[in-house]
């Protein structure tokens, strides 16, 4: 015979009277801790699916490749504009590489510094001192920033472990429309920046650091940039404050063939880290880059090349001394050879000069020195290179 709901309402009571109460406490902290525990893994899926790129993508990566070289160099640059820490191995995810081993985990341009009150970031452009700035991890909360060729100044410790991170959120214009967020590392490491850049201090100029989020291409530069050089380009290929792109290959043959040409001129060669880029390889072809659309290393990441890299006055600061080339070189020697291909290119790119080759990621792993390089040759590019 059913119950009615009353009778079962009572009966259910009463049966549940008859559990001990050790017991039902414990049932109910076992459903607290699995409610939780859902809880954290959504959110952590969310965490680490936010900057996953659609399945659809996935299906065009190619399946046969050439291997072309071999990584010689890794460089990751955790102040943006700053100097480079030059590593071993590094782990690639989709914004950026990030160091592995003991200390903080410093990651590609994690850091920027800005001015306050104009709400813009500070380059080296402006400030040709601050390609001096190293950052290193003492430890796995103690971040230092120090002037890699003066040992005699200070160096200025940060503590992560102390950052407040729900404190001063800034808004930042980088390039033209691109906002980006950052946290305000405060007035100690103000006072640093602003004495070793102005000799004096500057409440204005701040230390910003990283608040993972995802940077859009819609109604900045970078959207006329997948107008024209297509629609693979998307807001996951952009790094935390780099320009464009998360990465950037840099094939030492190409620069070995542009310093051939300055030798001929009477100018001084330039280092491969005039150009600032991540990944260093070595070919036997320069600028054989330009033909290539998907870029495997070792046997796990696989990059997607973006665009050229097009070239601005940047590259004419010597990153070893600061000192900026009074004949704009070598830019001007790559501006007789390099500029961009056809009149629409041209005038997106305003006549810049093209050398490196900007990617995004679609799969990570870690890269280390000596790893293989292959290359995927889309149809739609020229493949006489790897016949």
């Not at 001096?132 to 160096?155: C, E, G, M, R, W």
């Not at 950052?182 to 000799?199: P, V």
Request: aromatic share 12%; hydrophobic share 35%.
């Amino acid at each position: 015979m059913l119950q009615s709901p009353v009778i079962f309402g009572v009966s259910l009571r009463h049966s549940l009277s008859e559990i001990p109460k050790v017991v039902r406490t414990a049932a109910l902290i076992v459903i607290a801790s699995g409610c939780c525990s859902y809880c954290v893994f959504w959110i952590f899926k969310r965490r680490s699916d936010r900057y996953k790129r659609p399945s659809a993508s996935y299906r065009k990566i190619p399946t046969v490749w050439k291997q072309v070289g071999y990584v010689t160099e890794i460089n990751i640059y955790p102040l943006k504009s700053g100097y480079y820490l030059s590593v071993e191995k590094a782990f690639c995810d989709f914004k950026g590489l990030s160091r592995i081993g003991q200390g903080y985990p410093l990651s590609d341009r994690c850091f920027l510094l800005f001015n306050r009150s104009k709400g813009t970031y500070i380059s080296n452009i402006a400030h040709n001192r601050l390609v001096l700035v190293k950052v290193t991890a003492l430890d796995k909360d103690l971040i230092q920033f120090s002037v890699h060729n003066d040992d005699t100044y200070t160096p200025f410790v940060l503590n992560m472990a102390d950052f407040n991170r729900s404190g001063s959120v800034h808004t930042i214009r980088m390039y033209e429309k691109d906002l980006v967020h950052a946290f305000d590392c405060g007035d100690a490491a103000s006072e640093w920046f602003s004495r070793f850049l102005l000799g004096k201090e500057d409440p204005d100029i701040r230390l910003g650091y990283d608040c993972d989020e995802q940077r859009k291409l819609n109604g900045t530069i970078y959207e006329r940039y997948r107008h024209h050089y297509g629609d693979h380009i998307t807001n996951e290929d952009m790094g935390k404050y780099a320009y464009l792109a998360s990465y950037m290959l840099m094939n030492e043959a190409s620069v070995k063939d542009l310093n051939e040409r300055l030798q001929l001129k009477g100018e001084t060669e330039v280092s491969i880290h005039n150009f600032r880029g991540n990944i260093i390889l070595s070919t036997d072809q320069a600028y054989e880059e330009d033909n290539w659309d998907w870029v495997r290393l070792n046997e796990d990441i696989i990059l997607r090349g973006m665009k050229p890299c097009t070239r601005c006055t940047m590259t004419c600061l010597d990153p070893e001394t600061g000192q900026k080339n009074l004949r704009t070189e070598p830019l001007k020697t790559l501006r007789s050879y390099r500029g961009p291909i056809g009149e629409k290119a041209r005038a997106l790119e305003k006549g810049s000069p093209r050398l490196g080759l900007y990617c995004g990621l679609y799969s990570r792993g870690t890269v280390q020195k000596g790893d293989p390089v292959y290359v995927a040759v889309s149809e739609k590019l020229n493949a006489k290179v790897y016949e």
